[in-house]
């Protein structure tokens, strides 16, 4: 009965990673070499060290850097802030979590076709977006290049994504609170403990499977960003470059072997993040 499903994700999962890998040890980087007119040649890693020498594709990594962490601990943050104000039960909280919801609903690319406008980087006379705002309430030094800039320009794209997975991330959380038994907590009252100790000595620790569910889920999707940076950006800006990118721009220019390597790359940087947790998540139930 899974014979079906091996042959088929043998062949169109690790039979195309292993023609991908292979891909990117070869010298196809040219237009004939991709339709089979000039001869491929295997080179071994050369196109991965040829990639970490060029500073391009080093400050492709340092992006991939920051957008990640800032994607990823924003969410967070904002996520569990929410679930934890939301954990008592108050007057409109399930409106406003249907409400906080709606942003998961909507793709990167229709999102990012907005807070393209809203993280306009004009400033003064001719400004818009959120430097319009600023300047309406009477904080014109909050004006910034937004994505234009060339050092952190990608950490404020980082910005929509946490707007749009941050209802996901507290929904996790809360599902994780409101999975506590009740008992648990009452018990540690009896015992003398604080509300404060209640959450940090039972409430929390219950958190860490959701907490490194949310992790990997934002973690592995802040790594393999394309369409929010595209929609926003454009594959030609130097300042919001990603992995991602750089694969499709080399894809597009019939650059197959260092397209290959790129995601090649990606997926060596999410089998680092992963593995562990698959790791662990067995060992777990095994136990």
């Known amino acids: 009965m899974i014979l079906p499903s091996i042959l088929l994700i043998g062949v169109f999962v690790y039979g195309l990673l292993g023609a991908n890998f292979w891909t990117s040890m070869t010298d196809n980087h040219t237009a004939g070499q991709a339709s089979g007119r000039k001869p491929v040649v295997f080179v071994g890693l050369s196109n991965y060290l040829d990639l970490l020498a060029t500073e391009d594709f080093r400050h492709s990594l340092v992006n ?3 957008f990640t962490v ?4 924003g969410a967070l943050v904002v996520g569990f802030v929410w679930a934890w104000l939301l954990e008592r039960p108050i007057v409109g ?9 709606f942003p998961m609903a909507i793709s990167f690319v229709a999102s990012g076709v907005v807070w393209r406008w809203l993280l306009n980087s004009n400033q003064g006379e001719s400004a818009s977006g959120l430097n319009r705002l600023f300047q309406m309430i009477g904080l014109d030094s909050l004006q910034n290049p937004w994505w234009n800039n060339v050092t952190f320009g990608i950490t404020a794209i980082a910005l929509p994504a946490i707007w749009q997975l941050s209802g996901y991330v507290m929904a996790l959380f809360l599902a994780g609170f409101r999975g506590v038994p009740e008992e648990l907590r009452e ?3 009896m015992d003398g403990a604080s509300e404060w100790q209640v959450y940090r000595l039972v409430i929390f620790p219950q958190l860490t499977p959701v907490l490194m569910s949310a992790v990997v889920i934002i973690a592995h999707m802040s790594l393999k960003s394309f369409d929010l940076i595209m929609s926003i950006s454009s594959p030609s800006a130097y300042q919001t470059k990603v992995p991602a990118v750089d694969m499709f721009v080399f894809k597009s220019s019939f650059d197959y072997a260092n397209s290959a390597a790129v995601g090649a790359f990606l997926l060596i940087i999410i089998a680092f993040l992963i593995i562990p947790y698959l790791v662990q ?6 136990r």
């Open 93 to 101: 909280g399930r409106a406003f979590q249907t409400v906080y919801l």
């Open 70 to 73: 800032t994607f990823l601990v």
């Open 281 to 286: 998540q067995h060992r777990s139930r095994t």
């Open 64 to 66: 991939l850097v920051l």
């Open 187 to 189: 018990a540690a009252r």
